[in-house]
């Protein structure tokens, strides 16, 4: 299990990528809290449009997301977080036979990949801290699907969104790992009948094969379409390609993930919930050639309960 990771204090490491916080400072001039508060986001889009320097703006609630442009949130790097809980209301949600979840956003802030170590007890494993090399693209976000209330539990099925994302990470050795780093048909239940403070949400998930079945490597070999192997290799075809079966037989691999999700901010009135989770799923195993690496994710998310 993954609880042992969901202390606050394991999460709150954003990458350098990430857009950080902005403090927000009472408005005593202003009219409204309301009108305060889209002032503050506007004007910190707009000086991340004006060359101030690095997006300095959100998270934000998703009213506030929503007071602002596409050209406001273009380029500060928004678009790349998930929306925080906005703050009031009770902090409960009771859920009474089926609902359904949505806005269901994970944003990873940590991204590690476990490794085997040699020390003087024996061999241990270690997450090994990356950073990433791909685009601010890998928050899944606009995921939805079933919460079912049924013998003290709920039980929440994903079913549809954006809910995968081609990410790689660098170890520091320089070698890069890619994954799909996603939450396919998720099945995720918790231990009380209603969503609160302390709630923990916990499943599993399909993770499926990085590549497609097109695909084809620099050799021109592939699962349905390319070569069986190697041109450059013609004489192993009466045998003695035992060493390139794997780089030969192409295997549209689908794996299984586990999620751990901890909430820590409720709404009932607005029906938002969110917090911290732990992911943790296999890379990508180059179409069956080689063994898949063990890649961790701590970060935020966030979803509402219609």
Known sequence: MLSFLLSPSSYVQPLNGRVTPMERTPAV???SEGLAKQAAVGLAAAAVLAGAGPASAGPFTRTEIASLTYEQIKGTGLANTCPIVEKGGVQEIKVTGKAKIDEFCLEPTSFAVLEEKLTKSGVVTEAVPTKVTTRQTYV?????GDLTAAGGKLTFSETDGIDYAATTVQLPGGERVPFLFTVKSLVATTDTPSIAVGTKFAGGFTVPSY????FLDPKG?????????AVALPAMQAGGDDQMFKENNKVFEVLKGSIEMKVTDVNSELGEFGGVFVHKQPSDTDLGSKAPKEVLLKGAFFATVQ
Do not use: I, W
């Not at 899944?140 to 939805?144: R, S, V």
């Open 29 to 31: 001039t202003m009219g």
């Open 140 to 144: 899944l976000t606009g995921m939805e």
């Open 211 to 214: 590549r497609t079945g097109l």
């Open 221 to 229: 070999r592939g699962t349905t379409t390319g070569y069986d192997q």
